[in-house]
C-alpha cells in the first residue's frame, strides 16, 4: 500500500496549478495521438498520477523550482509513451517508408475551409492522423498545436534535435496528402 | 467544391525541388537564419511554392482549431458541435488524482497499473480484464513448474520494502534460480512485443532491434511474469552488438517504469555505466567506467547481465562482473523492464534469458 502523500503544502498547491493549466492541452494532445476523447482522459488521469507520485517525493520536475518548461516537457514525455503504449494496443500502426513523401501534385489552390465543414474537416484531420505513426503525429501535436520547438520535441521524444526537425517535416508532408487525399476520396472538394 | 477556379494552374521552377522540403518549416520557426531568408526570397517569385506553403498553412490552421485546448466548461461544451468530442469529460482536480494514485496503489499487486479510479471506460474494463486472466494464467503455471521442481516454493526471508505492493501469496521467492522467460528473439516471442521500424522497436534479421529510441518497453508477458511482481529477484542476461550511430552511444537494459528508471549500460568504447533516470533526463550512480571485459567496436557482441536483488545490482559483462551498485529509489519503482539505447544508435538484441537471482 502506498504511504500518504509526503508533498509539501507548497508541492501540492504547486501541483494543483499545474493541473488545472495543463490538463486540457495535454487531453487535446493525446486525443489527437489515440483518436478517442474517452483514452485520452484515461491516459491524463494516469499521467498526472504518475506526476503526483514524483512530486510527492519532491524528485525534478516537480521539486517546488518553478521550471514550468521542464514540467510541461516531462507530462507531455510522459503522455506521449502512454499514448504511444495504447495506440499499439490498439493495432493502429501503419508500416510505412521513412522517406520524405514526395510532394503532393495540385491541380487547383486551396482555400480555407468554410465553418461549417469544420465538423467534417475535424473527421478527415482524424482519419489522416491515424494514417501517421504516432512520433510522426506527436511531433505534428507539439509542434503546431503545442508550440513546442524542434528541440524541445527531441527531448520529450528522447531522440535528436534533427531527427525532430526531419520528423516534422516529413510528419507535415504526410498528414498534408494524406488529409487531402482522403477529402478527395470523400468527394468533398469545397477545400480545394 | 468548386472547381471554377480562373487561376492558371502554377509551375514549377527549377529551384522548387530545393526550397520545397524547407517549406513545412517555414512558419514553425525551425529554420536558420539563411534559409528562412532565401526561401523567402525564391516564395517572392514562385506561385508553384506559394501554393505549397498554403496548403501545410491550411493543415496547420485545421490542426489547430481541433486539437488546441478542449473548453473549459467541457459538459455545455459537448452540445456545441464541431468544437466537442464525444468522451470529453469534466476536468480533473487534485483529489481526483490523488484518489486515482490511491486506488492503483491498493490494487496494484502485479505492477500493471489498473484503470482510473473515476474513467474506466469498457474497453479498458476489457483490458484490464484480459490482462487479469493472463496474470492469473501465468502465475498458476510457474507455481505449478515450481511445485513441479520443488515440491513447493519457499518464502524470502528477509522482509519486503514498505513501499512494495502488499501481496502476501506473490512474495514467494524460490530457494534456487528459476528460468522464467527465454528467447533467442530472432523473431517475436508473441504479439504484444513491439515490432514497428517507425518507434523504433522491432524484429528484423533475426534480431530485436532498438534504432535511435530511449528504451524499447518489453510487454507485460514478459515484464510481468517474474513471481514477486517486480524485478526485484531478478538474474537478466542479453546478447547485445552495436550496429550503427557513434561509438559513445550507450545501451543495455532498463528496470524500472516509464518514468523513473535504471539503466546498465555499455558504450562500444568499452564503458559501462549505471543510471537513474527521470524520463529522458539521466543521473549516473556508476559514472562511464573502462572494463576490458567489454568487447569493443561497432559489431562486437557481448553479453549483459544484471542481478538485482532487492535495491542491490550486480553488473556483469561476458561473464565477468564489472561492478555493482544500490538504488534506494529502486524499490518505488514499478517492474518493468527495457531494452534501451541511446537515441543516436541502432543496437541489436538476442537470447534474452530472465530467472531469479537467488
Redesign the interface.
Known amino acids: 500500500?502506498?504511504?500518504p502523500?509526503t508533498a509539501s503544502p507548497a508541492i501540492?498547491a504547486e501541483?494543483?496549478s499545474i493541473?488545472?493549466r495543463t490538463?486540457?492541452?495535454l487531453?487535446?494532445?493525446v486525443?489527437?495521438l489515440v483518436g478517442?476523447?474517452?483514452?485520452?482522459?484515461?491516459i491524463?488521469?494516469?499521467v498526472?498520477?504518475?506526476a503526483?507520485?514524483?512530486a510527492q517525493?519532491s524528485?525534478?520536475p516537480f521539486d517546488g523550482n518553478g521550471d514550468e518548461l521542464a514540467i510541461r516537457r516531462?507530462l507531455f514525455?510522459?503522455a506521449y509513451?502512454?499514448a504511444?503504449?495504447v495506440w499499439?494496443?490498439n493495432h493502429v500502426?501503419?508500416?510505412?517508408s521513412?522517406e520524405?513523401t514526395p510532394?503532393?501534385q495540385?491541380?487547383?489552390?486551396?482555400?480555407?475551409?468554410p465553418f461549417e465543414d469544420?465538423?467534417a474537416?475535424?473527421e478527415l484531420?482524424?482519419k489522416a492522423l491515424a494514417e501517421l505513426?504516432?512520433?510522426?503525429a506527436v511531433c505534428?501535436?507539439l509542434?503546431?498545436?503545442q508550440g513546442f520547438?524542434?528541440m524541445e520535441i527531441a527531448?520529450?521524444l528522447?531522440?535528436?534535435p534533427v531527427?525532430a526537425?526531419k520528423r516534422?517535416?516529413r510528419a507535415?508532408?504526410r498528414?498534408?496528402d494524406a488529409?487531402?487525399e482522403e477529402s478527395r476520396a470523400r468527394g468533398?472538394?469545397?477545400?480545394? | 467544391?468548386?472547381?471554377n477556379?480562373a487561376?492558371p494552374?502554377?509551375t514549377r521552377q527549377p529551384f522548387c525541388s530545393v526550397y520545397?522540403?524547407?517549406l513545412?518549416?517555414l512558419h514553425?520557426?525551425?529554420l536558420a537564419e539563411q534559409e528562412q531568408a532565401s526561401v523567402e526570397a525564391h516564395l517572392a517569385d514562385c506561385a508553384w511554392c506559394q501554393?505549397?506553403l498554403?496548403?501545410?498553412d491550411?493543415?496547420?490552421?485545421?490542426?489547430?482549431?481541433?486539437?488546441?485546448?478542449?473548453p473549459?466548461e467541457t459538459a455545455s461544451a459537448a452540445s456545441l458541435?464541431?468544437?466537442s468530442?464525444?468522451?470529453?469529460?469534466p476536468?480533473?482536480?487534485?483529489e481526483?488524482?490523488?484518489k486515482?494514485?490511491?486506488k492503483?496503489?491498493?490494487t496494484t499487486s502485479a505492477q500493471q497499473?489498473p484503470?482510473?479510479a473515476?474513467?474506466?471506460?469498457a474497453?479498458?474494463t476489457k483490458?484490464a480484464a484480459l490482462g487479469t486472466i493472463a496474470a492469473v494464467l501465468l502465475i498458476t503455471i510457474l507455481a505449478a513448474v515450481l511445485f513441479a521442481q520443488r515440491g513447493a516454493p519457499s518464502h524470502s526471508a528477509g522482509p519486503r520494502p514498505?513501499?512494495t505492493?502488499?501481496n502476501p501469496t506473490a512474495t514467494a521467492t524460490p530457494t534456487g534460480p528459476t528460468v522464467l522467460f527465454q528467447n533467442s528473439l530472432a523473431s517475436p516471442p508473441d504479439s504484444s512485443w513491439?515490432n514497428?521500424?517507425?518507434?523504433g522497436c522491432f524484429f528484423a534479421g533475426g534480431s530485436f532491434h532498438a534504432k535511435?529510441?530511449?528504451?524499447c518497453?518489453i510487454p507485460a508477458s514478459v515484464s510481468y511474469s517474474e513471481p514477486t511482481g517486480m524485478y526485484e529477484n531478478a538474474d537478466i542476461t542479453v546478447q547485445v552488438k552495436q550496429i550503427g550511430g557513434p561509438a559513445t552511444g550507450s545501451y543495455g537494459i532498463g528496470l524500472g517504469n516509464?518514468?523513473?528508471w535504471d539503466r546498465f549500460d555499455i558504450e562500444s568504447t568499452g564503458k559501462w555505466s549505471f543510471l537513474d533516470c527521470?524520463?529522458?533526463?539521466c543521473t549516473a550512480i556508476v559514472s562511464p567506467t573502462a572494463s576490458a571485459a567489454i568487447r569493443t567496436g561497432l559489431g562486437a557482441t557481448n553479453t549483459l547481465e544484471v542481478r538485482v536483488v532487492s535495491n542491490h545490482f550486480d553488473f556483469f559483462v561476458n561473464g565477468t562482473k564489472v561492478g555493482q551498485a544500490d538504488d534506494i529509489n529502486y524499490l518505488?519503482r514499478s517492474g518493468q523492464f527495457a531494452l534501451d539505447g541511446s537515441?543516436?544508435i541502432e543496437v541489436v538484441f538476442n537470447n534474452l534469458k530472465i530467472a531469479t537471482a537467488s
Request: hydrophobic share 35%; no cysteine.
Open positions: 500500500m502506498r504511504e502523500s501540492t501541483f494543483a493541473l488545472e490538463q486540457r492541452p487531453r487535446s494532445f486525443r489527437g478517442s476523447a474517452e483514452q485520452a482522459s484515461d491524463v488521469q494516469d498526472f498520477v504518475d503526483w507520485r514524483t517525493i524528485k525534478a516531462w514525455h510522459v509513451r502512454r504511444a503504449a499499439r494496443h500502426l501503419h508500416f510505412e521513412l520524405v510532394a503532393l495540385l491541380d487547383r489552390f486551396y482555400e480555407p475551409v469544420r465538423i474537416e475535424g484531420l482524424r505513426g504516432p512520433q510522426d505534428l501535436l509542434n503546431v498545436v520547438t524542434a527531448s520529450i528522447d531522440i535528436g531527427a526537425k516534422l517535416a507535415k508532408h498528414l498534408r488529409y487531402f468533398t472538394e469545397a477545400r480545394l | 467544391m468548386s472547381d477556379h487561376t494552374r502554377p520545397a522540403p524547407l513545412p518549416l514553425s520557426g525551425e501554393n505549397q498554403t496548403t501545410f491550411i493543415v496547420d490552421a485545421a490542426l489547430r482549431w481541433h486539437y488546441a485546448s478542449e473549459k458541435g464541431s468544437g468530442h464525444p468522451g470529453m469529460r476536468d480533473l482536480t487534485l481526483d488524482i490523488m486515482a494514485d490511491q492503483q496503489a491498493s497499473l484503470s482510473p473515476r474513467h474506466q471506460p474497453r479498458m483490458i514498505t513501499s505492493p502488499a513491439p514497428d521500424p517507425s518507434i535511435q529510441i530511449m528504451n518497453g516509464t518514468v523513473q527521470q524520463g529522458a533526463n518505488n537515441d543516436t
